[in-house]
């Protein structure tokens, strides 16, 4: 089982929908959580933090679910700039950052 | 403004040459970092460093070699040992702080024929 796990995707979602893509981590001492955006050929950048409590960011919301070991990503109404693919990072027990693969997201008009 | 660059954006070279990448910050973090990025997979730690003249190996060190002379730069040496050396190569610096993000350069994409 990989680490950090990651529905590839692409999801393809009309413009002003919602959606949300979950992340998988493995190692239940994992303490800090992240959602980076990277787009085609680009650098990642981070998103958003993810905290303990859950945090909202603009039309972007983070869920951390630590008794099943996941974390989310909820955009709401999705604009054609969101398309990008959206990474997921976890630290494991040595504070080291561990990357999901990514899942691309399409917003279609 | 404070920020991190790689140089150059595209390099492209023989099999069996060494390549060095350049990594440049400003944003005084002591941390630094190289990742590789291939299609379909997440980043994979090539080396990082926490501290000047310090540099420890990550996940897949073997072909690759870095300095840390000053702490504004973290070149990467891509030697004639990497097997599979094309690839988006990434740099990234952060605090020192538990649960810092990263801060990524613009990447450079070396193409290996």
């Known amino acids: 089982r990989k680490e950090v796990e990651q529905d590839p995707g692409p999801f393809n979602v009309p413009e002003g929908a919602t959606v949300a893509f979950n992340c998988t981590y493995s190692?239940?001492?994992?303490?800090?959580f992240f959602w980076y955006r990277q787009d085609c050929r680009k650098e990642p950048k981070l998103l958003m933090s993810?905290?303990?409590?859950?945090n909202e960011d603009g039309r972007f919301t983070a869920q951390l679910n630590r008794a099943s070991q996941y974390i989310s990503l909820l955009i709401r109404d999705s604009k054609l700039s969101d398309s990008a693919t959206y990474l997921c990072?976890?630290?494991?027990?040595?504070?080291?950052?561990?990357w999901g693969a990514g899942t691309k997201l399409i917003i279609k008009p | 403004d404070g920020g991190i660059t790689q140089s150059p954006k595209y390099l492209f070279r023989k099999e069996g040459q060494n390549v060095t990448l350049s990594c440049e910050q400003n944003?005084?973090?002591?941390?630094m970092y190289w990742y590789r990025q291939d299609p379909g997979q997440g980043l994979r730690l090539i080396y990082y460093?926490?501290?000047?003249?310090?540099?420890q190996k990550g996940d897949i060190a073997e072909g690759y070699s870095v300095s840390r002379e000053k702490k504004e730069s973290f070149p990467l040496t891509v030697t004639s040992a990497q097997k599979n050396p094309t690839a988006f190569y990434l740099c990234?610096?952060?605090?020192?702080?538990?649960?810092?993000?990263?801060?990524f350069g613009n990447g450079t994409r070396l193409t290996v024929t």
């Open positions: 990234a610096s952060a605090t020192r702080d538990f649960g810092s993000p990263l801060h």
């Open positions: 944003l005084n973090h002591d941390a």
């Open positions: 460093s926490q501290i000047v003249n310090d540099f």
């Open positions: 190692n239940s001492a994992s303490q800090s």
């Open positions: 993810v905290y303990s409590s859950g």
């Open positions: 990072v976890v630290t494991d027990s040595n504070y080291q950052l561990i």
